[in-house]
């Protein structure tokens, strides 16, 4: 079993790949070498891997994950068609769209502000550079019930590895940011999540 180069990927890919693991339908992160690495630890979890020499897509099919180089390539606007495709909830893609490519930043920026109480402190998306964070998508509203559902999906997933993985601790960061609001029911990941894989 291959490691995931954690090496060379952002510490924000570990956000992503547990909104993958969670049933997100494909991710996107910046990947500037160990591509190699990168592509064995997909196969050993039935994912594919498409690589433009900057950006990785790990997604459950061949063809989703050449869709979603392709209109991340176009010149059109294609925010929201990106989103859908990244499995993000519609009513984000959608506001996100709305702002354009450009003021995304600045709707993450304003986001971080929220004043996020109860189970909406989910969508805490301040740390996601850091890699603690649940959501890979800057949510529409600090009501989106949407977002706090796949957040809810990926600390699932976070909760389990802080307590399976070999090497813990990413995780650990994770589910104890989020402690307070850790899911009680069984956990059910979309693809084999195994309990050695990713802890490199
Ligand atoms: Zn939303």
């Known amino acids: 079993m291959t490691g995931f180069p954690w090496r060379t990927a952002p510490p924000s890919a570990a956000v992503d790949l547990l909104g993958l693991a969670a049933g997100r339908s494909a991710i996107r992160f910046r990947l500037p070498g160990d591509v190699d690495l990168a592509q064995q630890c997909a196969h050993a979890h039935g994912l594919s891997m498409e690589y433009d020499g900057t950006y990785a897509v790990w997604s459950r099919s061949e063809a989703h994950g ?3 180089m392709q209109v991340d390539r176009s010149r059109t606007p294609h925010v929201a068609e990106l989103g859908d495709l990244l499995g993000y909830p519609s009513c984000c893609t959608n506001a996100a769209q709305a702002s354009g490519e450009a003021g995304i930043d600045a709707l993450a920026a304003a986001a971080s502000r929220w004043r996020l109480s109860g189970e909406r402190a989910l969508l805490d998306i301040s740390e996601y550079s850091g890699g603690v964070a649940l959501l890979s998508h800057v949510p529409c ?19 389990r590895l802080a307590s ?28 084999p999540f195994s309990r050695t894989s990713f802890h490199k």
């Open 66 to 68: 050449r869709r979603v």
């Open 164 to 191: 399976t993985a070999a090497n813990p601790g990413r995780w650990q960061a994770i589910a104890t940011r989020f402690r307070d609001h850790t899911p009680v029911s069984p956990v059910r990941t979309t693809f």
């Open 141 to 159: 509203g600090p009501d989106c019930l949407e977002s706090v559902a796949q957040a809810r999906a990926a600390l699932a997933v976070a909760a």
